[in-house]
C-alpha cells in the first residue's frame, strides 16, 4: 500500500536541473537506501518531500494520514529548544493533564472526567505513558547512556546532540522514517543497534546514506540520484550492484543503437533533399528531431560521470625483502597529563606492503596512536621503531595546502616533475576534467579537496601511507574507486577508518580497540565478534555482582567524601561538554570557510590543533562517565 508518492518533481536552482521528473512511490514497510554523488541533490529531495523547498513542478501526495520523521545532517534544522527529551505535543498535553486533575479534585462533573478521559486517552495513543523507558533504550543503543530527563541538551556536543534527535524520532514512530546519513555521528556498536531497529521497524525507512554495509543491513529497494534522474533497483546494495550493470550494459546498447539510427536517418534525410523530394525531406526532418529527444533521454539515463575518480595504481618494484619490519611498537601506553590512560600496552609490527586498519568506537585513541605514530606527540610509554629509510605520506580528514591560490593543475607540477599532458590526464583519473583543472583550491569542495590530495600523495608513493579517515567527503563510487587503487598500492598503509565496507576490502590486519588497548585481528568481523564476547561478559559480570552481597574489596567512603567526589566529577564533566560544545562550534565556523574557499593556511593549522584537543576532552569525558 502506498504511503508517499513523489510525481513528476522538478527543482531548479539557477540554470541548473538538480532533480528532472522525479518519479517514485513509498509503500508500506519498504526499507529504502537513497544513494547518489555528494551534490546530486538528494537532501534537496528530502526537503521537498518535508515540504521546506517548494518544486518547480510535479507535487508530493502523503497518502490518507501519513507522518513523516525527518533527520537532517544540519544541527540548525533540528528541534532541541525544549529542556526535555520528550517532544512538545507531549508535554502540552502531560500539562493539561495536570490541569484537569487539579480542576478534579474539585469539580467531579460528567464533562470534566470526559475531557480527562479524552485527553489520557490521546496521551496514551501518543505513547507517553512508556515513552520514558523506550528513549532511554533508545539513547543507551546509540551510545547515550549517560543522559536522562533532566540534562540540559543544549549543553551536549553536535554529535550527541544529532544521535538525541535520533532517538527521539525512532522513539516518536513515523509512519515514514526520513534520515540523511545517520551513521556519520556512530560508532560500530551503535550502527549495529541502528541496523537491527531498521530491519524490524514497522513503517516505511527512507535514508540517505553512503555507507555500504548499512545499506547491505537494511535495504529492500535502492533508489540512485544522478544527473537529476533516478533508477530504483530491488534488494540491498550486493544486489543494486549486480542490477546496475546489468542496466548499464543494457542502456549503452540502447544508446549506440539509437545513435546508429539517427546517423542513418540523417543521411536519408539529405539523400532525399539532394533528390529534390521536399515532402519525404520534411516528413524525415519530424522524425529526426523526434528520434534525437529519444536519443537525450535515454542518455540521460546513463550516469553522468562528472567529477569521479577513475585510475589504477601502478603497483612499484620496491628495494628490500617483502617482509621488512617498517613500524614496530611494544608496550604503548598514552595519558596526558595527569588524566587517565587513553590505551595501554598495545604491541604490533607493520611490514612493508602490509595494510593495518585501526577500528574501535568514538574517543579510544585511534587517531592519537596515528599521530604516535608519526612522531607528532611524543610522551608515552613503552617504545615505537620506525624504519630510517623509510618514506611517508599522510592524509586527514580536512587537508591543508600551502599555497591556496595555486590551481589543482599547477599544484600537481609544482609537487611532481609530470609532463602537461601526464597532468591533466592524472588529474582527469581524479575527476579534474575540463576547466576543473583550473579551479583553485581555496574554492574546492571537502571531497574535491580530498581527492586532490589523493592524487598528489599516491603521485609521490611513499613507502608508508597514513590515512585517517579518508573516505569521509567521497560518494560511494569514489570509494569503490579508491579501494580498488590501494588494494594494488605496492606500499604499506595504516589507516583509520569507521567504513566497515572500506576495512573489509582493503585490510590484511585489523588493529581493533576494547577495553582500553587494541589487539590485532585478521579481519573486521573478528575483530566484531571479540567486542561481542567481551559485551556478553560484562553483561554476566555485572549481573553476577549485583546478586553477590558480601562485602566491598575496597573501604567505601563515608556519605559526604563521596558527595563531593560526585560533585566535582559532575562539574569537571559540565566543564569539558562546554569546552567541546566551544571547539566543536569553532570547527564548524572553519569547516564553513573551507567550503566557502575562504580559509587561510593558519586556519587549517587551527582546525588540525582542535581536533586533537577534542579528542583529549572526549576521552578524558568518557573517563568520567
Given at each position: 500500500?502506498?504511503?508517499?508518492?513523489?510525481?513528476?518533481?522538478?527543482?531548479?536552482?539557477?540554470?541548473?536541473?538538480?532533480?528532472?521528473?522525479?518519479?517514485?512511490?513509498?509503500?508500506?514497510?519498504?526499507?529504502?537506501?537513497?544513494?547518489?554523488?555528494?551534490?546530486?541533490?538528494?537532501?534537496?529531495?528530502?526537503?521537498?518531500?518535508k515540504g521546506v523547498i517548494t518544486p518547480?513542478?510535479?507535487?508530493?501526495?502523503?497518502?490518507?494520514?501519513?507522518?513523516?520523521?525527518f533527520l537532517s545532517q544540519n544541527m540548525?534544522?533540528?528541534?532541541?529548544?525544549?529542556?526535555?527529551?520528550?517532544?512538545?505535543?507531549?508535554?502540552?498535553?502531560?500539562?493539561?493533564?495536570?490541569?484537569?486533575?487539579?480542576?478534579?479534585?474539585?469539580?467531579?462533573?460528567?464533562?470534566?472526567?470526559?475531557?480527562?478521559?479524552?485527553?489520557?486517552?490521546?496521551?496514551?495513543?501518543?505513547?507517553?505513558?512508556?515513552?520514558?523507558?523506550?528513549?532511554?533504550?533508545?539513547?543507551?543503543?546509540?551510545?547515550?547512556?549517560?543522559?536522562?530527563?533532566?540534562?540540559?541538551?543544549?549543553?551536549?556536543?553536535?554529535?550527541?546532540?544529532?544521535?538525541?534527535?535520533?532517538?527521539?524520532?525512532i522513539v516518536e514512530r513515523p509512519d515514514?522514517?526520513?534520515?540523511?546519513?545517520?551513521?556519520?555521528?556512530?560508532?560500530?556498536?551503535?550502527?549495529?543497534?541502528?541496523?537491527?531497529?531498521?530491519?524490524?521497524?514497522?513503517?516505511?525507512?527512507?535514508?540517505?546514506?553512503?555507507?555500504?554495509?548499512?545499506?547491505?543491513?537494511?535495504?529492500?529497494?535502492?533508489?540512485?540520484?544522478?544527473?537529476?534522474?533516478?533508477?530504483?533497483?530491488?534488494?540491498?546494495?550486493?544486489?543494486?550492484?549486480?542490477?546496475?550493470?546489468?542496466?548499464?550494459?543494457?542502456?549503452?546498447?540502447?544508446?549506440?543503437?539509437?545513435?546508429?539510427?539517427?546517423?542513418?536517418?540523417?543521411?536519408?534525410?539529405?539523400?532525399?533533399?539532394?533528390?529534390?523530394?521536399?515532402?519525404?525531406?520534411?516528413?524525415?526532418?519530424?522524425?529526426?528531431?523526434?528520434?534525437?529527444?529519444?536519443?537525450?533521454?535515454?542518455?540521460?539515463?546513463?550516469?553522468?560521470?562528472?567529477?569521479?575518480?577513475?585510475?589504477?595504481?601502478?603497483?612499484?618494484?620496491?628495494?628490500?625483502?617483502?617482509?621488512?619490519?617498517?613500524?614496530?611498537?611494544?608496550?604503548?601506553?598514552?595519558?596526558?597529563?595527569?588524566?587517565?590512560?587513553?590505551?595501554?600496552?598495545?604491541?604490533?609490527?607493520?611490514?612493508?606492503?602490509?595494510?593495518?586498519?585501526?577500528?574501535?568506537?568514538?574517543?579510544?585513541?585511534?587517531?592519537?596512536?596515528?599521530?604516535?605514530?608519526?612522531?607528532?606527540?611524543?610522551?608515552?610509554?613503552?617504545?615505537?621503531?620506525?624504519?630510517?629509510?623509510?618514506?611517508?605520506?599522510?592524509?586527514?580528514?580536512?587537508?591543508?595546502?600551502?599555497?591556496?591560490?595555486?590551481?589543482?593543475?599547477?599544484?600537481?607540477?609544482?609537487?611532481?616533475?609530470?609532463?602537461?599532458?601526464?597532468?591533466?590526464?592524472?588529474?582527469?583519473?581524479?575527476?579534474?576534467?575540463?576547466?576543473?583543472?583550473?579551479?583553485?583550491?581555496?574554492?574546492?569542495?571537502?571531497?574535491?579537496?580530498?581527492?586532490?590530495?589523493?592524487?598528489?600523495?599516491?603521485?609521490?608513493?611513499?613507502?608508508?601511507?597514513?590515512?585517517?579517515?579518508?573516505?569521509?567527503?567521497?560518494?560511494?563510487?569514489?570509494?569503490?574507486?579508491?579501494?580498488?587503487?590501494?588494494?594494488?598500492?605496492?606500499?604499506?598503509?595504516?589507516?583509520?577508518?569507521?567504513?566497515?565496507?572500506?576495512?573489509?576490502?582493503?585490510?590484511?590486519?585489523?588493529?581493533?580497540?576494547?577495553?582500553?588497548?587494541?589487539?590485532?585481528?585478521?579481519?573486521?568481523?573478528?575483530?566484531?565478534?571479540?567486542?561481542?564476547?567481551?559485551?556478553?561478559?560484562?553483561?554476566?559480570?555485572?549481573?553476577?555482582?549485583?546478586?553477590?552481597?558480601?562485602?566491598?574489596?575496597?573501604?567505601?567512603?563515608?556519605?559526604?567524601?563521596?558527595?563531593?567526589?560526585?560533585?566535582?566529577?559532575?562539574?569537571?564533566?559540565?566543564?569539558?561538554?562546554?569546552?567541546?560544545?566551544?571547539?566543536?562550534?569553532?570547527?564548524?565556523?572553519?569547516?564553513?570557510?573551507?567550503?566557502?574557499?575562504?580559509?587561510?593556511?593558519?586556519?587549517?593549522?587551527?582546525?588540525?590543533?582542535?581536533?586533537?584537543?577534542?579528542?583529549?576532552?572526549?576521552?578524558?569525558?568518557?573517563?568520567?562517565?
Amino acid at each position: 500500500m502506498p504511503v508517499l508518492t513523489v510525481d513528476s518533481i522538478e527543482v531548479v536552482f539557477e540554470t541548473r536541473r538538480v532533480l528532472d521528473d522525479v518519479s517514485f512511490t513509498v509503500n508500506q514497510g519498504d526499507k529504502i537506501a537513497f544513494i547518489g554523488d555528494n551534490g546530486a541533490g538528494k537532501s534537496t529531495l528530502f526537503k521537498t518531500i518535508k515540504g521546506v523547498i517548494t518544486p518547480d513542478s510535479g507535487k508530493v501526495i502523503l497518502h490518507g494520514n501519513t507522518t513523516l520523521g525527518f533527520l537532517s545532517q544540519n544541527m540548525d534544522e533540528q528541534d532541541l529548544s525544549s529542556d526535555t527529551l520528550k517532544p512538545r505535543d507531549m508535554t502540552d498535553l502531560e500539562d493539561r493533564m495536570k490541569m484537569i486533575e487539579a480542576q478534579l479534585a474539585e469539580d467531579q462533573s460528567s464533562d470534566m472526567l470526559d475531557e480527562y478521559a479524552k485527553v489520557s486517552s490521546e496521551y496514551e495513543a501518543m505513547g507517553g505513558y512508556d515513552y520514558e523507558f523506550r528513549i532511554m533504550e533508545a539513547l543507551a543503543g546509540l551510545g547515550l547512556k549517560n543522559i536522562d530527563g533532566r540534562t540540559d541538551l543544549m549543553t551536549l556536543s553536535g554529535g550527541e546532540k544529532m544521535r538525541v534527535c535520533l532517538a527521539r524520532l525512532i522513539v516518536e514512530r513515523p509512519d515514514i522514517l526520513m534520515l540523511d546519513e545517520p551513521t556519520n555521528h556512530l560508532d560500530a556498536d551503535a550502527i549495529e543497534w541502528l541496523e537491527d531497529y531498521l530491519r524490524s521497524y514497522g513503517g516505511s525507512v527512507f535514508v540517505i546514506t553512503h555507507d555500504r554495509h548499512f545499506i547491505d543491513a537494511f535495504a529492500n529497494r535502492v533508489i540512485e540520484l544522478d544527473g537529476g534522474h533516478i533508477t530504483e533497483y530491488r534488494g540491498n546494495y550486493d544486489s543494486y550492484k549486480v542490477q546496475k550493470e546489468e542496466f548499464l550494459k543494457t542502456q549503452k546498447r540502447v544508446v549506440e543503437n539509437l545513435e546508429k539510427e539517427l546517423m542513418h536517418q540523417l543521411d536519408v534525410k539529405q539523400t532525399m533533399l539532394s533528390h529534390r523530394n521536399i515532402s519525404g525531406y520534411h516528413q524525415r526532418e519530424k522524425m529526426v528531431d523526434k528520434l534525437a529527444d529519444v536519443l537525450e533521454k535515454e542518455r540521460a539515463r546513463l550516469p553522468s560521470g562528472e567529477g569521479k575518480m577513475s585510475f589504477t595504481v601502478v603497483p612499484q618494484v620496491r628495494e628490500g625483502a617483502s617482509d621488512k619490519v617498517l613500524i614496530e611498537v611494544k608496550g604503548i601506553s598514552k595519558r596526558f597529563g595527569d588524566g587517565p590512560l587513553i590505551f595501554k600496552d598495545i604491541s604490533f609490527e607493520l611490514k612493508a606492503g602490509q595494510k593495518l586498519f585501526l577500528a574501535g568506537p568514538n574517543g579510544c585513541g585511534k587517531s592519537t596512536l596515528l599521530s604516535m605514530l608519526r612522531g607528532k606527540i611524543m610522551g608515552f610509554e613503552g617504545s615505537v621503531f620506525v624504519s630510517a629509510s623509510s618514506s611517508m605520506g599522510f592524509m586527514e580528514q580536512f587537508v591543508p595546502f600551502e599555497d591556496e591560490t595555486l590551481t589543482c593543475y599547477e599544484e600537481l607540477i609544482r609537487r611532481t616533475d609530470l609532463t602537461v599532458t601526464e597532468a591533466r590526464s592524472l588529474l582527469a583519473r581524479f575527476g579534474f576534467r575540463g576547466d576543473a583543472v583550473f579551479k583553485t583550491i581555496n574554492v574546492l569542495s571537502g571531497g574535491e579537496r580530498s581527492r586532490l590530495y589523493l592524487c598528489l600523495i599516491l603521485e609521490e608513493n611513499p613507502d608508508i601511507l597514513f590515512l585517517d579517515e579518508p573516505t569521509n567527503h567521497l560518494d560511494i563510487e569514489s570509494r569503490e574507486i579508491l579501494e580498488d587503487a590501494l588494494a594494488q598500492y605496492s606500499g604499506a598503509i595504516i589507516c583509520v577508518s569507521h567504513d566497515r565496507f572500506f576495512i573489509e576490502k582493503c585490510a590484511d590486519n585489523v588493529l581493533g580497540f576494547m577495553d582500553g588497548t587494541a589487539e590485532l585481528y585478521d579481519t573486521y568481523e573478528y575483530y566484531r565478534k571479540a567486542v561481542r564476547r567481551s559485551r556478553e561478559t560484562s553483561e554476566v559480570n555485572v549481573a553476577t555482582s549485583e546478586k553477590d552481597k558480601k562485602e566491598p574489596l575496597k573501604p567505601r567512603l563515608n556519605k559526604a567524601d563521596e558527595r563531593k567526589l560526585q560533585a566535582k566529577r559532575v562539574n569537571r564533566m559540565r566543564e569539558l561538554e562546554l569546552s567541546i560544545e566551544e571547539k566543536e562550534a569553532e570547527q564548524k565556523a572553519l569547516e564553513e570557510r573551507f567550503v566557502s574557499g575562504e580559509a587561510s593556511v593558519e586556519d587549517y593549522e587551527i582546525y588540525a590543533c582542535n581536533a586533537s584537543v577534542i579528542e583529549k576532552m572526549y576521552d578524558e569525558y568518557e573517563s568520567l562517565c
